[in-house]
């Protein structure tokens, strides 16, 4: 069972594009980061968020934290094909802070 | 800082082989994590350490599975003997805090297949 159910699984769009991934669950996160992973690559840190509702912008990548801390979403404006990647989520649980749970991610290809 | 390091980046191996992946974290980080990706788990927790002392290990598949950080700049995961399902890409990530949502810095993963 996946705590943490990220949708869409694909996204295949072109470049100029505004793309919305949701990232789910029923338990309660203290926290909730983005991480992006290239081919070959290991994920890199893009966010964290903390508080509920709490919303960060990160040039054209707008991240929101869920009210009640169990969900969250990235938003991309005007996609471009460095964007392509895979998108994880990852949450640090309410009642075990030691770990992160990650998302099953979200696989995204822009074409120019 | 170079970044985490891991060796080797590509490992292929028979069925029964044992098999040694090797992780330097960043300097001065404290916790050290093993990570297994694969299409169908995506990307699983197996094992962290803090201060070099395994804290949880309740993501390790089986017996077959054992990790060691004798210092703070080394650490290993073996596998013995390695099975055809434990192909999977491999990463060490390491960060400085005890918390989760500590800024885990990934190394570039060890691609394992076991024909």
């Known amino acids: 069972t996946q705590l943490l159910e990220q949708s869409p699984q694909f996204l295949s769009i072109q470049e100029g594009e505004n793309l919305t991934v949701y990232c789910n669950s029923s338990?309660?996160?203290?926290?909730l980061q983005w991480y992006r992973q290239e081919p070959g690559e290991g994920p890199v840190l893009l966010v964290t968020v903390v508080t509920g509702g709490e919303v960060k912008k990160l040039k054209r990548l707008t991240f929101q934290f869920g009210d009640a801390r169990k969900d969250s979403s990235l938003h991309i404006t005007a996609a471009q094909p460095g964007d392509t990647g895979l998108y994880l989520c990852a949450g640090e649980l309410s009642y075990n802070t030691d770990k992160l749970i990650f998302g099953t991610g979200t696989r995204l290809q822009v074409f120019p | 800082d170079a970044g985490v390091i891991q060796s080797p980046r590509h490992e292929v191996t028979e069925m029964g082989q044992e098999v040694t992946l090797r992780c330097k974290p960043i300097?001065?980080?404290?916790?050290l994590f093993w990570y297994r990706q694969t299409m169908m788990r995506g990307l699983e927790l197996l094992i962290y350490?803090?201060?070099?002392?395994?804290?949880?290990d309740s993501g390790m598949p089986e017996d077959r599975f054992s990790a060691k950080m004798p210092n703070a700049s080394f650490s290993t995961l073996k596998i013995q003997p390695s099975e055809p399902r434990d192909s999977a890409v491999y990463f060490c990530?390491?960060?400085?805090?005890?918390?989760?949502?500590?800024?885990?810095?990934f190394g570039p993963g060890t691609r394992l297949t076991v024909l």
């Open positions: 338990s309660v996160f203290s926290s």
């Open positions: 300097s001065g980080h404290n916790s």
């Open positions: 350490f803090n201060n070099n002392v395994p804290i949880d």
């Open positions: 990530a390491s960060s400085f805090g005890g918390r989760a949502r500590d800024e885990q810095f």
